[in-house]
C-alpha cells in the first residue's frame, strides 16, 4: 500500500532562512504526490503536486519540491522563509483514482 | 467563488446526543469527500461521494456514522449516538470531474471542530 512518512513533527527556522521539509514515499507504482498546507483553524490548500513530467515542482508562495525516484522523496522547500509561512504542511500520495493518504504533518515556525 | 462551506464551525455537545454537519461543496464540483483530523490518528478520509452517490464508505467507523448527499450542492455527516472519542475536526473537500485527484484537486473547507463531552 502506498504511504508517506513525513520526518521532523516540529520545524523551527529563522525568518529569511531556508525551509526544508522532508516526505518520503512508499509505493509500487509511480507515485503520485502532494503537499498540502494548513493555516491555523482554516481547512487544506494544495501547495504543489507531482504527477508525471518534470520532477522538479513549483507551487505557490515560493515554495517547490522535488520528486527523487531513487531516494524515494518528496522534500519541500523555501529559500527564505517568511513569517506568513508559519503552518502545519502535510504530504500525500495519492492511493487510487481519488484517496489522498497523508502524512503526519509538520508544523513550522519562523521565528523574527 | 465562495469555496467550499461547511456548518456549524464548531460545536459542542453531550455523549448520546445527535451530530449533523454539514457541507456545501464548490458549484459544479462533482465529487465530494469527508475527512477527520485527530491528532492520534491524522487525517482520514470518511466517505467519499461521486456524482451523488457514496463510492467508498470504508472509512466510515462503525454504524453510529452515516452521509448523505442528496443533491449536487448538500451533504451531511451525521453521529448518532455520539461518543467522547468522536471528537475531531472534520473536514469537507470537493474536486470537479470523477475523482482521479491526480488531474482535480481537493478543495477543503475550513471544518468542524467537534467536542463531545
Known amino acids: 500500500a502506498q504511504s508517506v512518512t513525513q520526518l521532523g513533527s516540529h520545524v523551527s527556522v529563522s525568518e529569511g532562512a531556508l525551509v526544508l521539509l522532508r516526505c518520503n514515499y512508499s509505493s509500487s507504482v509511480p507515485p503520485y504526490l502532494f503537499w498540502y498546507v494548513q493555516y491555523p483553524n482554516q481547512g487544506l490548500q494544495l501547495l504543489l503536486k507531482y504527477t508525471t513530467g518534470a520532477t522538479l515542482v513549483k507551487g505557490i508562495n515560493g515554495f517547490e519540491a522535488e520528486f527523487k525516484k531513487s531516494e524515494t522523496s518528496f522534500h519541500l522547500t523555501k529559500p527564505s522563509a517568511h513569517m506568513s509561512d508559519a503552518a502545519e504542511y502535510f504530504c500525500a500520495v495519492l492511493t487510487n483514482d481519488y484517496k489522498l493518504s497523508f502524512g503526519a504533518g509538520t508544523t513550522v515556525t519562523v521565528r523574527a | 467563488d465562495a469555496g467550499v462551506i461547511q456548518s456549524p464551525r464548531h460545536e459542542v455537545t453531550e455523549m448520546g446526543q445527535e451530530v449533523t454537519l454539514r457541507c456545501k461543496p464548490i458549484s459544479g464540483h462533482n465529487s465530494l469527500f469527508w475527512y477527520r483530523q485527530t491528532m492520534m490518528r491524522g487525517l482520514e478520509l470518511l466517505i467519499y461521494f461521486n456524482n451523488n452517490v457514496p463510492i467508498d464508505d470504508s472509512g466510515m467507523p462503525e454504524d453510529r456514522f452515516s452521509a448523505k448527499m442528496p443533491n449536487a450542492s448538500f451533504s451531511t455527516l451525521k453521529i448518532q449516538p455520539s461518543e467522547p472519542r468522536d471528537s475531531a475536526v472534520y473536514f469537507c473537500?470537493?474536486?470537479?470531474?470523477?475523482?482521479?485527484?491526480?488531474?482535480?484537486?481537493?478543495?477543503f473547507g475550513p471544518g468542524t471542530r467537534l467536542l463531545v463531552l
Open positions: 473537500a470537493s474536486s470537479l470531474g470523477q475523482g482521479a485527484s491526480y488531474q482535480e484537486t481537493q478543495y
